[in-house]
Antibody, heavy 119, light 110 residues
């Protein structure tokens, strides 16, 4: 059973960066696609990017290209999502999530990490 | 990549059926049979209901069904129950190898 445990809430100032971690089961980083999805307060789900395990390719939504960096530390089975140049519109709950392959649907979600951007 | 278009809200009475549409383009919904539907309650993480257009996820009631025609996918909830009141999101894989969600639909059971 895949477990996804995310880091705690963050408060950041505009212009700063935030790095959210997602500790997964050991095999998840090797065999599962890791997605990052965010949800602003009162708004819908927004796909940010993902890691395709088949070719270790990081795929970022066009809107976030240049601002989002996806990394992983296999020694600790942890995936990371870093978002830079934060603005108030980036205030949201950020989720990591997994799928069997990159084309398959997300079937497991982390608990979410609230990132608040405020001066 | 614009969000897939969903109605902001739909409503129905207990026992009735409702359908939520999800309109995309030939680069996403119309390109593949990789459309999924999620149910989300306030303060909770989304739950997968339907995948690959028509397949129900494990444990999902057969009152939920999915379909697709050209660039529009649909989720039908039959025999509405009060506990179906939630937000519903569609999602599609795209020709750019990304994913895109719909804007979400709030289902009210009157």
């Amino acid at each position: 059973q895949v477990q996804l445990v995310q880091s705690g809430a963050e408060v950041k100032k505009p212009g700063a960066s935030v790095k959210v971690s997602c500790k997964v089961s050991d095999y998840a980083l090797t065999y599962l696609a890791i997605h990052w999805v965010r949800q602003a307060p009162g708004s819908g789900l927004e796909w940010m990017g993902g890691l395709d395990p088949e070719n270790i390719k990081r795929i970022i939504a066009q809107k976030f290209q240049g601002r989002v960096t996806l990394t992983e530390d296999r020694s600790t089975a942890t995936a990371y999502m870093e978002l830079s140049s934060l603005g108030s519109e980036d205030t949201a709950v950020y989720y990591c999530a997994t799928a069997v392959t990159m084309v398959q649907p997300i079937d497991k979600w982390g608990q979410g990490t609230l990132v608040t951007v405020s001066s | 990549q614009s969000a897939l278009a969903q109605p902001a809200s739909v409503s129905g009475s207990p026992g009735q059926s409702i359908t939520i549409s999800c309109t995309g383009t030939s680069s996403d919904v119309g390109a593949y049979n990789y459309v999924s539907w999620y149910q989300q309650f306030p303060g909770k993480t989304p739950k997968l209901l339907i995948y690959d257009v028509t397949y129900r996820a494990s444990g999902v009631s057969n009152r939920f069904s999915g379909s697709k025609s050209d660039n529009t996918a649909s989720l039908t909830v039959s025999g509405l129950q009060p506990e179906d009141e939630a937000d519903y999101y569609c999602s599609s894989y795209t020709s750019r190898h990304t994913h895109v969600f719909g804007g979400g639909t709030k289902l009210s059971v009157l």
